[in-house]
Structure formats: C-alpha cells, structure tokens
C-alpha cells in the first residue's frame, strides 16, 4: 500500500521527458538487433519443445490430467526455451541501457558487447538474474499454452500436435494416384 503515496508518472510525462533528453533516436533502439536475434529462436524452441512434449506425454484431451500435463509441459517448454537463449536477452539488456545508465559499459555492436561481457566475468556473466526470469517465465509459459490448448479443445478446432506425418509408402500412394488421375 505504501507504494501508492509516490506520484508515478504518466506515459505522456514519460513520452515528453524523453523528447529533450539528450538521447538520439539510435540510441533509443539499441538491443533492438540483439531483441530480433534471440527472441526468434526462443519462440521457435519453445513450440518445437512444447510440440515434441505433447505429441509424446500428452495425454488425451478427454483425460482430467489434460490441463496440469498442459501446464507442466507448457512450464518445460517455457524453461527450455528462456535457458537456452538467455543469453542473448542478458545482451540486449545490457545494450539497451548504453545512452541510459552512465555507470553501464558502452556497447559499439553485438560482438563488442560478446567480448566485453565476457571478459568481465566468463560464461557466468551471461546467465545473471537466470533464476529469476525463470520464476517469471515458467507460469506464463504454462499458462499460455494451457489456454491456449483448453480454448483449441473448447472451440473444436484441430490440435496439430497430435497429428502424425503420413509414412513413405501412403506418400508414394497418392503420387500414384495422382499421376493415374492425370492419364
């Protein structure tokens, strides 16, 4: 409750601040690369890992454990995918207060930052604050794909998880078929 006796400012006093700031608009968007570079793999191993899961531990849709597998999968997935690619988030942290933070290192590019990081602390440097993006990353991971599993089963609409990739013979089948077809 404390916290509601200190004035916060509003996103136009914010948005003003920031226009005669001495910040230019490059540095604005710095990390923006480093965001781009590691948020397309995390998504992209978080639904690879969320998918392999369901498709093998999941159970059936008409199970009562569907939801807690949904969340404990979705949880997995979420830590997967933050633990493999949390480095470069610590990266672009980092970059983004360059211009900002006068006490934080000046970054010229990503390999500059790579080094320097590096040099500062070794391989620990990149996984600093892990533990607690994953208290904040692992429930809204399993929350997500909960939902987003409860509203495919509600709404009835196909769940491409479960589906199995046709085998070679029934490929080799239809190009039969449809090469007759054509005759």
């Known amino acids: 409750i404390w916290f509601f006796f200190f004035k916060q400012k509003t996103a136009y006093e914010m948005q003003r601040g920031l226009v005669g700031s001495e910040m230019c608009i490059r540095d604005r968007y710095k990390g923006w690369c480093m965001t781009m570079i590691g948020i397309v793999p995390y998504i992209g191993i978080q639904l690879s890992v969320f998918d392999w899961s369901a498709s093998n531990l999941m159970p059936n849709k008409g199970s009562k454990w569907f939801d807690i597998a949904n969340l404990l999968i979705g949880g997995w997935a979420g830590f997967v995918g933050a633990g493999l690619t949390?480095?470069?988030d610590v990266m672009r942290r980092r970059m983004q207060l360059c211009g900002i933070d006068k006490t934080a290192p000046n970054y010229t590019?990503?390999?500059?930052?790579?080094v320097k990081m590096y040099k500062?602390?070794?391989?620990k440097t990149f996984f600093k604050g892990?533990?607690?993006?994953?208290?904040k990353i692992v429930?809204?991971?399993a929350l997500m794909?909960?939902?987003n599993e409860r509203l495919k089963k509600?709404?009835?609409?196909?769940?491409y998880?479960?589906?199995?990739?046709?085998t070679k013979a029934q490929v080799q089948i239809s190009v039969v078929a449809v090469s007759l077809k054509k005759k």
């Open 109 to 114: 590019s990503i390999p500059d930052c790579l």
């Open 130 to 135: 892990f533990v607690a993006s994953q208290v």
């Open 161 to 166: 998880t479960h589906l199995t990739l046709p």
């Open 86 to 88: 949390y480095p470069s």
């Open 154 to 159: 509600a709404f009835g609409t196909v769940s």
């Open 120 to 123: 500062e602390g070794g391989v």
């Open 139 to 141: 429930p809204a991971a």
């Open 145 to 147: 794909f909960m939902i």
